[in-house]
């Protein structure tokens, strides 16, 4: 892929103060769009729609669970495939950047939102979901 595609990130959290942030600062640091959904059934819907380049995911959200969720997405055949980084509080123990929801790892950052760790979470699913779809074409 070329280095000049502008990459589109889909935020699904229910926290507005989270969403405006990173809205803010995503795109103005490092050229991403961002796409945000304050529930599930919308950021599914926009996922299906977009088919973003990444998806970072609130694990508590009141509609349908984070996990809930990216089993939803990895099941859809046009979402399967589209790498997930989960947010949450709940990710407090120092270290901690990977977790398992429904039998899958997937890379995460703990609340709150620390930006060069987040920036860099995004870089490495992006890439290893590049290196992946490369290794299979």
Known sequence: MT??????????????GILRLLEKRL????????????????GFELAKANR?????????IPDQSGGDLAKSLKEESIT?????????V??????KKRIEIHG????????PIYLPELLSAIR?????????AGEQS
Do not use: C, W
């Not at 973003?52 to 508590?60: F, S």
């Not at 399967?80 to 949450?88: A, E, N, R, T």
């Not at 490495?124 to 992946?132: W, Y």
């Open 52 to 60: 973003p380049d990444l998806i970072l995911l609130d694990i508590m």
């Open 124 to 132: 490495k699913a992006i890439n290893e979901s590049e290196f992946t």
């Open 27 to 42: 795109p103005k640091a490092h050229g991403y769009e961002v796409l945000t959904a304050l529930e599930s059934r919308k």
């Open 104 to 111: 899958h790892e997937y890379r995460a950052v703990a609340k």
């Open 80 to 88: 399967k495939d589209i790498p997930i980084v989960f947010m949450s």
């Open 3 to 16: 280095q000049n595609k502008k990459r589109t990130i889909l935020i699904v959290d229910d926290d507005p």
């Open 90 to 95: 709940l990710l407090e123990e120092e270290g």
